[in-house]
């Protein structure tokens, strides 16, 4: 089973609609949850960080974590085409320890149309 | 302008050789990661130092080394031990607090695409 799980897409939404992205983790213990964008051949770009229960809110960006059912997901109001990317959903893993190791689920690739 | 500078952009290596993917941060970052992205997949963690002269296996460490002998350095070394090396290569840093319980957020330089010819 794999640790980190994402559907890999595509997922395409009309331009002004929500896209809604989700991932499971495995390890119960994880602690700390990244979306990261990544544009075709480019890096990973760190777009939002949760690590308590609930819903973060930055600009048009929500991240929501319900750690009893081991689910994190990424709101994205009002897409934009320039939105059109793969969204990477990156977990702590290491035990709930401080030190970076990341596991990282394969991406959603999302297309928002005009 | 602070950063992670990663270079070169592009490399190709023939069969048998070693190459040196090159990651400098001017961030101050205590942890440095390398990571390796194959297409359609997400990445996966080879080598990481949260210290200098110090540094610990990733999940997909054979045929890679590394070493880490200033703050601001993190060069990898893909060997010819490694069968499969054609990849994109991030580094990746973070500020790292040993002894929170909160993950510091990971920054990513532009990467190296390694091409074996």
């Known amino acids: 089973q794999k640790e980190v799980e994402q559907n890999s897409g595509p997922l395409s939404v009309p331009e002004g609609a929500i896209a809604s992205l989700n991932c499971t983790y495995s390890?119960?213990?994880?602690?700390?949850f990244f979306w990261y964008r990544q544009y075709s051949g480019k890096s990973p770009e760190l777009i939002m960080s949760i690590y308590s229960n609930g819903d973060k809110e930055d600009g048009r960006f929500t991240a929501q974590l319900n750690k009893a059912s081991q689910y994190v997901s990424l709101l994205i109001r009002d897409s934009q085409p320039s939105d059109s990317a793969t969204y990477l959903c990156a977990v702590n893993t290491n035990g709930g320890t401080s030190y970076g190791k990341l596991t990282f689920g394969q991406g959603t690739i999302l297309t928002v149309h005009p | 302008d602070g950063g992670i500078t990663q270079s070169p952009k592009y490399l190709f290596r023939k069969e048998g050789q070693n190459v040196t993917l090159s990651c400098e941060q001017n961030l101050n970052h205590d942890a440095m990661y390398w990571y390796r992205q194959d297409p359609g997949q997400g990445l996966r963690l080879i080598y990481y130092?949260?210290?200098?002269?110090?540094?610990q296996k990733g999940d997909i460490a054979e045929g890679y080394s590394v070493s880490r002998e200033k703050k601001e350095s993190f060069p990898l070394t893909v060997t010819s031990a490694q069968k499969n090396p054609t990849a994109f290569y991030l580094c990746?840093?973070?500020?790292?607090?040993?002894?929170?319980?909160?993950?510091?957020?990971?920054?990513f330089g532009p990467g190296t695409r390694l091409t074996v010819l």
């Open positions: 390890d119960r213990v994880s602690q700390s």
């Open positions: 990746a840093s973070s500020i790292d607090a040993p002894g929170t319980s909160a993950i510091d957020e990971q920054f």
């Open positions: 130092s949260q210290i200098v002269n110090d540094f």
